[in-house]
């Protein structure tokens, strides 16, 4: 039924009942009409739409904000107090008259000006906003308005207060108490400690000396040439993995790791596999393997770099060259790259 054709008496029966209280969903449903056309008619009659439950808490606890801001209490922590969210209570704020909460144009000429005076002798403007209970924004736009440029323009001026925080933090200074005291915002403290943790070293120098017995490495120990001996009598004798590993006391997949690595496997004419572990040529592959710098894959096959380079010319993200090359060169390990190499 279109609306033209709903009879006048609904359209007024709707109306009446929204005017006394009921919801425009319930109207519509018990008279099989929809709530486009009941708003529509309430627009018409120039009758006020209820407000919902939702909408009626909304007011109590804008009303409670309001009253916290006349105190002197920011929105953001008015809005926390009450449990309303901080952008509908500046929303709601905007639609209100002008009430004295702080802001910029609340601001006087002398916090203004004291502002301006402590940035220009230096001091970071979101202390000094903390202290005389202004939002940074604020003085950041007073400080635009004036043609004031804070610390943050000199750069030597940064390099020298970092140097001092990562010299407090090896003291054991918290961010907070270092933030205080050099005038500074405690997220910059703190990424200037996070990079300065992320700071690249120099690569570790690693000896190519055949290992000896019991040198650390990693969460164990490297094989010795003793045990590499052992593991080659075992191999001899024809005793399994796990027996070789209780011989030299270490785990199975250390003993299987060693041979996949250094000894070479030949099939005979009958099909029978007999492998053959050599202790010196399996220390010669250990020291050859612990070489560093290692020569990158991608300068040592030509082909990979002018295909990554390729995918990278077309703006591809490495994932994706990554992916690509696996599915075009599937069976060609030397084809095969990581994301995180990329």
């Known amino acids: 039924m279109g609306s033209k054709e709903i009879p006048a008496e609904v359209r007024r029966e709707a109306v009446a009942r929204v005017a006394a209280g009921e919801m425009v969903a319930e109207v519509a449903s018990s008279l099989g009409v929809t709530k486009h056309n009941v708003w529509r008619w309430l627009r018409k009659a120039g009758v006020p739409a209820p407000k919902n439950a939702k909408a009626a808490a909304n007011d109590a606890l804008f009303v409670e904000a309001k009253k916290l801001l006349a105190l002197g209490m920011s929105q953001a922590k008015a809005a926390q107090m009450v449990g309303m969210d901080p952008g509908a209570l500046c929303y709601r704020l905007r639609q209100e008259s002008p009430i004295a909460v702080a802001g910029v144009k609340n601001a ?7 502002a301006l005076t402590q940035v220009r002798a230096g001091r970071s403007p979101y202390h000094v906003a903390k202290e005389i209970g ?5 003085v950041y736009v007073w400080m635009g308005k004036a043609g004031v440029q804070g610390p943050r323009g000199s750069q030597k001026h940064f390099t020298k207060k970092r140097a001092e925080a990562l010299v407090l933090a090896n003291r054991g200074w918290r961010v907070p108490q270092i933030a205080d005291t050099l005038s500074l915002s405690e997220a910059t403290v703190y990424l200037w400690l996070k990079n300065e943790a992320m700071t690249i070293t120099e690569p570790r120098v690693v000896s190519t000396q055949p290992s000896q017995a019991g040198e650390k490495v990693g969460r164990g120990t490297r094989l010795s040439t003793v045990d590499r001996i052992r593991i080659a009598e075992g191999i001899a004798a024809g005793r399994s993995i796990r027996a070789i590993g209780r011989d030299i006391g270490r785990d199975h997949t250390v003993v299987k790791r060693e041979i996949e690595r250094n000894a070479v496997t030949c099939i005979d004419h009958d099909g029978a596999v007999t492998t053959f572990y050599n202790v010196e ?12 710098p290692k020569p990158r894959k991608i300068d040592v096959c030509l082909l990979l770099r002018q295909e990554v380079l390729a995918g990278l010319a ?16 599937p069976d060609d390990g030397a084809m095969h790259i990581s994301h995180e190499s990329i």
């Open 314 to 329: 077309r703006r591809w993200s490495p994932k994706r060259i990554e992916r690509r090359l696996r599915s075009c060169y």
């Open 281 to 292: 040529h399996a220390e010669e592959l250990t020291a050859e393997r612990k070489r560093r």
């Open 108 to 114: 006087t000429a002398q916090e203004r000006e004291y």
């Open 134 to 138: 202004r939002s940074a924004h604020a």
